[in-house]
């Protein structure tokens, strides 16, 4: 079975930075795709960034490109989103989630991100 532990999240002020992780428990992480997916208040789900398992190609949705920076360390079976240069509309809570064709099987059960002075 496979288990997400997200962590990092906290209170930030606009331009600052915070750094999430999601620890992954399973045999399976060096052969998954792994995403963050975001959540606003009131908000649906968004999709933010997607780290590919064979090479580590990097994929972001828009809002986030430049800014964010999803990495992950196969030998802690982690996956990371730096998250830099942060703006009040990144207020959300952050999952981490396994990537499955065309969605995601499996998540973590989210950290709290506060962007505010």
């Known amino acids: 079975d496979v288990q997400l532990q997200a962590s990092g999240g906290g209170l930030a002020q606009p331009g600052g930075s915070l750094r999430l992780s999601c620890v992954f428990s399973?045999?399976?992480?060096?052969?998954?795709?792994m995403s963050w997916v975001r959540q606003a208040p009131g908000e649906r789900p968004e999709w933010v960034s997607t780290?590919?398992?064979?090479?580590?190609?990097?994929y972001y949705a828009d809002p986030w490109k430049g800014r964010f920076t999803i990495s992950r360390d196969n030998t802690k079976n982690t996956v990371y989103l730096q998250m830099n240069n942060l703006k009040s509309e990144d207020t959300a809570v952050y999952y981490c989630?396994?990537?499955?064709?065309?969605?995601?099987?499996?998540w973590g059960q989210g950290t709290l991100v506060t962007v505010s002075n």
């Open positions: 399973g045999s399976t992480f060096e052969t998954s795709d």
């Open positions: 989630a396994r990537t499955f064709e065309v969605g995601f099987d499996y």
């Open positions: 780290i590919n398992q064979h090479d580590s190609s990097t």
